[in-house]
């Protein structure tokens, strides 16, 4: 493939990519409620372990929302040949997402690590 054709491409196929992540992002929401119910059946130990896990899955759904937002939003000024990937990391609601994709847009050395749990951003259920 060409220089010219990956630049054609680029918009529809980052397009594509955020529609298979929003797909991704609808399982993990579908196993997400299979397991509140689970932990609705369960006392003790199991529940407490099916209510972490369904934290766990909400966090995962949550991060592919983010970056479908941040595909779109490429996306979108891609087509117009203009681009401004900070306006485009502004709309992204996960900031430790944005903060790493930003990093690495400007090319900093030091990529920050992944988030480990204690990101700041705030998980409701």
Not at 28 to 50: F, K, M, Y
Not at 99 to 122: K, M
Request: net charge negative; aromatic share 2%.
């Amino acid at each position: 493939m060409r220089p010219g054709q990956v630049a054609v491409l680029a918009p529809p196929l980052l397009s594509a990519l955020a529609a298979e992540i929003d797909h991704a992002g609808d399982l993990c929401a579908r196993l997400e409620e299979l397991v509140a119910r689970l932990a609705a059946a369960v006392d003790g130990e199991p529940r407490a372990l099916a209510l972490s896990e369904a934290q766990t899955l909400d966090v995962l759904t949550q991060h592919l929302a983010s970056l479908s937002v941040f595909m779109r939003g490429l996306s979108g000024q891609l087509a117009t040949r203009s681009v401004d990937a900070d306006a485009v990391l502004e709309q992204v609601p996960l900031s430790d997402l944005a903060g790493r994709l930003r990093a690495v847009l400007n090319n900093v050395s030091q990529i920050p690590p992944a988030p480990d749990g204690a990101s700041g951003d705030l998980d409701l259920f």
